[in-house]
């Protein structure tokens, strides 16, 4: 690990300023995705700003009748809040599928939202990755590329959002907020936070330097049964070879958002006006310009497979 040094900072617009008067500062929180990078030397911040004291661990209800959950609440915290469980269970059994339960009780929903992805070659590096060192080249598109994307590819990057509380908010529609280093606000919709490789995979979301998270707004309840499917090849304490996020109203309408497949959650809302005609037209039109390569084409029948399974469910 490289020497850094280090800050605590006093609210939100303070920590934003200092992030970008230091090139270099990260934010650390709970730090369970960006101590593990520094150790590996893949991020190697000059200057860490902590922002555990910055009150911004609460849940709170908006005025619009959903909720505001501060950027450094715990994935455990927010998975059991009983209104979370009650209105927005495809967001508390999503968080429930990722992680083990120590590493839930650090990790925040701000982290979550920015984990880096677990493409192999990204963590390798002897190896050409274009997300760590832009324009060395992409060794997963003639690699390993089993757990890898196959839609929403690019020639540069064919690496997937690892997070399932992304795929869960993405589903819902949520926003995130964020203050930047002029103490100007933002609300970011979840469908524009994660960007798609291009040709600049390194640049991971929307995010402007110094920026920083305070918070992510869910809406109003939308009701329906709400499902997270989460297909792996172990049981526990693995990344989602694939992942179904859906909300099902009683007649047949719907949400469904895909994890495992894509550089961000991957939604189609068009495809969703195929659900009421089944599983296989829904995922033809999700994944439609789908471009796997031999090791994951199997990804493409386990979403269709899956989804139907989750849709069986949904109507039993």
């Not at 619009?64 to 715990?74: D, F, I």
């Not at 120590?102 to 982290?111: F, I, P, S, V, Y």
């Not at 003639?142 to 540069?156: P, T, W």
Request: one cysteine or more.
């Amino acid at each position: 690990m490289k020497p850094f040094t280090f800050e605590r900072a006093t609210s939100p617009a303070d920590a934003a300023a200092k992030a970008a008067a230091r090139p270099g500062a990260k934010f650390i929180a709970g730090g369970t995705n960006l101590l593990d990078l520094m150790k590996l030397q893949i991020e190697t911040p000059t200057h860490l700003i902590d922002v555990n004291g910055l009150a911004l661990d609460r849940i709170e209800p908006t005025p619009e009748g959903g909720l505001r959950v501060g950027a450094l609440v715990r994935n455990t915290d927010l998975a059991a809040d009983d209104r979370v469980r009650k209105d927005y269970g495809v967001l508390s059994r999503a968080l429930l599928a990722g992680a083990s339960g120590q590493l839930r009780n650090r990790a925040t929903t701000a982290g979550n939202l920015l984990q880096r992805t677990r493409c192999p070659y990204f963590y390798d590096t002897n190896m050409a990755c274009n997300k760590r060192r832009p324009g060395s080249g992409c060794s997963a598109l003639d690699g390993f590329s089993r757990q890898l994307g196959v839609v929403g590819v690019s020639d540069s990057c064919i690496a997937t959002n690892p997070s399932d509380m992304n795929v869960a908010l993405r589903v819902l529609d949520a926003k995130v907020e964020t203050v930047k280093p002029d103490g100007a606000t933002r609300a970011i919709p979840i469908a524009e936070f994660h960007r798609l490789p291009g040709d600049t995979p390194q640049i991971e979301t929307e995010l402007t330097p110094g920026e920083l998270i305070t918070a992510v707004t869910l809406p109003k309840p939308l009701g329906g049964r709400q499902i997270y499917r989460k297909v792996r090849d172990r049981a526990s304490y693995a990344f989602a070879l694939i992942s179904i996020a859906a909300i099902v109203q009683r007649d047949g309408s719907g949400r469904v958002a895909v994890g495992g497949v894509a550089h961000k959650p991957w939604r189609v809302e068009a495809a969703e006006a195929e659900l009421k005609r089944g599983a296989k037209p829904a995922a033809d039109r999700l994944l439609a310009d789908a471009r796997p390569t031999e090791e994951n084409a199997f990804k493409l029948p386990l979403v269709e497979r899956s989804l139907a399974s989750v849709l069986a469910e949904a109507r039993s």
